[in-house]
């Protein structure tokens, strides 16, 4: 129960395109406040990509707005995020994330209580 899975990353060259999915649970996807999207390049710390919130209100980080679009499929219990006009450091660990806790308002990633395994994306140029 609460187990997240991730798909979709793969190898691409720069100005390609992905889409990432994250399955979880019923009673987890359906019990969550915030669901969102995370990456992780080497080196450095994991940066919050995207996020949706419960009524469906998103937000994307400055680096990827207008290429990147979270979004859900809640009768599939899927998570979404689209990415278009991917660029090399765009390279990193996807993972996505879900918070039973709160709602995207609260500041911080430790309100996500629920954690995918990571998927990689690579971008060449």
């Known amino acids: 129960q609460g187990h997240l899975v991730e798909s979709g990353g793969d190898s691409v060259q720069a100005g390609g395109s992905l889409t990432l999915s994250c399955a979880a649970s019923a009673a987890t996807y359906h019990s969550s406040y915030c669901k969102a999207w995370f990456r992780q390049a080497p080196g450095k710390e994991r940066e919050e990509v995207a996020s949706?919130?419960?009524?469906?209100?998103?937000k994307h980080a400055d680096p990827v707005k207008g290429r990147f679009t979270i979004s859900r499929d809640n009768a599939k219990n899927i998570l979404y995020l689209q990415m278009n006009s991917l660029k090399p450091e765009d390279t990193a660990m996807y993972y996505c994330?879900?918070?039973?806790?709160?709602?995207?308002?609260?500041?911080?990633?430790?309100?996500?209580?629920?954690w995918g395994q990571g998927t990689q994306v690579t971008v060449s140029s």
């Open positions: 994330a879900l918070s039973t806790y709160s709602g995207c308002s609260v500041i911080g990633r430790s309100k996500f209580n629920y």
């Open positions: 949706l919130d419960i009524t469906g209100s998103t």
